[in-house]
């Protein structure tokens, strides 16, 4: 069938990185931190595959003779954000990380997002925990009808508001001018983010009805060139917002990794000669956000009930990756990505699994998938195709 599946289980990292000091993210290391602190990972389907050759990881065993080839990246972009990572996967490299917020958003912002959305005030404007922040200020937000602002470690702009208090297709308007009228220029943040919820005092909860506006990418990724190509590209999940839509001639939307997996299964039976880009998301939101190790460990265990079905679409003209973006160890104390190498799996169906070792760019992926589609490029990296 010639298809080409890049599978980002996102925030699944694999230890610091050597400059992850810079960050405060010592000691991080997500699959093994989380693997001792749930007393040990079941993990059958990926530890054949070899995830347990690329380092000791509590409960996987390395295998003699992996299924597939194994190793592990690192992150030459500067930051650990969602969008760094997808796009140096993607073939860039981010020289100049995208503006931060740590003290909140200075006022100027402030005042052209209240000046440009027309809203009478915001509440917020401090760098804070999704899940918190809106039951701190839920009750003064539907008292007041202002939208809350917060950001994080990340470079994101994010606006909460009720859906009975601001409807979700408002809410959409409003992050669309910040998008494209506030955060612009020098404060061009990776993203800005609508975080709908609902629910009643105490008892706020956040929907499925999150957005992403994002930047386009500065040059062309692999999308791009596969796409000038007429390579059919299929974008899975959250990747379709990272990359702004651009590069994806099939766009599938998802809410939840279940259905991720669920349109995996059916796009790998339906097409040929296509790059299928995915994001499980569910990883990092819910679990490395919320620092709740055991969900975690729960997510990965399904993703890995789920992954003979997804291999047994395959025939050997295709090829999977299996990797991640970025860390997001749910067992330190803090809920934001932490800077990590991520995990690299290559999967080609009767091909003898060898060590890739340590690469030495996440865009080693995009230059693999431009091989294998024999599509010349200029996009960082190395292609390990044939290694």
């Known amino acids: 069938m010639n298809n080409f599946i890049v599978i980002i289980l996102d925030g699944l990292g694999i230890g610091e990185l050597p400059d992850a000091s810079k960050y405060n993210d010592e000691g991080s290391n997500t699959l093994s931190n989380m693997a001792e602190f749930v007393g040990g990972l079941s993990l059958p389907n990926l530890e054949k595959l070899g995830l347990g050759n690329i380092e000791s990881i509590k409960g996987i065993l390395p295998q003699a003779n992996p299924l597939a080839s194994f190793g592990k990246m690192i ?15 993607g073939g860039l490299k981010i020289e100049k990380p995208f503006p931060l917020f740590p003290n909140g958003f200075p006022k100027d912002i402030i005042d052209k997002f209240i000046e440009e959305t027309k809203v009478e005030g915001i509440l ?21 009808k202002f939208p809350i602002v917060y ?28 998008r494209t009228k506030v955060l612009t220029g020098q404060n061009a943040v990776a993203r800005v983010i609508a975080r709908p919820f609902v629910g009643t005092s105490n008892n706020y909860q956040r929907t499925t009805n999150r957005k992403d506006f994002s930047l386009d ?22 990747i379709n917002d990272l990359f702004n ?122 230059q693999t998938v431009a091989h294998f589609f024999k599509v010349n490029n200029c996009l960082f990296g190395r292609s390990f195709l044939n290694e």
């Open 151 to 178: 950001t994080s470690a990340d470079s994101v702009f994010q606006i909460a508001a009720h859906e009975d208090v601001i409807p979700v297709k408002k809410l959409y308007e409003i992050c669309e001018i910040a």
């Open 245 to 366: 839509y651009r590069g994806i001639k099939i766009q599938i939307k998802t809410k939840s990794n279940s259905e991720g997996i669920e349109k995996i299964f059916l796009t790998t039976k339906e097409v040929s000669h296509s790059f299928i880009f995915v994001n499980l998301v569910d990883f990092d939101v819910y679990f490395g956000h919320r620092n709740d190790p055991y969900g975690f460990a729960n997510a990965l265990k399904e993703f890995d009930n789920h992954l003979p079905n997804i291999l047994e679409n395959l025939d050997e003209t295709d090829a999977v990756i299996i990797t991640a973006d970025h860390g997001n160890d749910p067992t330190t104390p803090s809920t934001d990505h932490s800077r990590e190498y991520v995990p690299l799996l290559f999967y080609r169906k009767n091909k003898k699994g060898k060590n890739l070792g340590i690469r030495k760019t996440f865009a080693d992926v995009a």
């Open 124 to 144: 917020g404007n401090i760098p804070a925990s999704g899940t918190e922040i809106i039951m701190q200020l839920g009750d003064e937000h539907v008292k007041t």
């Open 217 to 238: 990418p500065f040059d062309n990724t692999i999308l791009d060139y596969l796409y000038n190509e007429k390579i059919q590209t299929i974008a899975i999940g959250k």
């Open 75 to 89: 992150e030459i972009s500067a930051g650990k954000d969602s969008t760094t990572g997808h796009w140096e996967i």
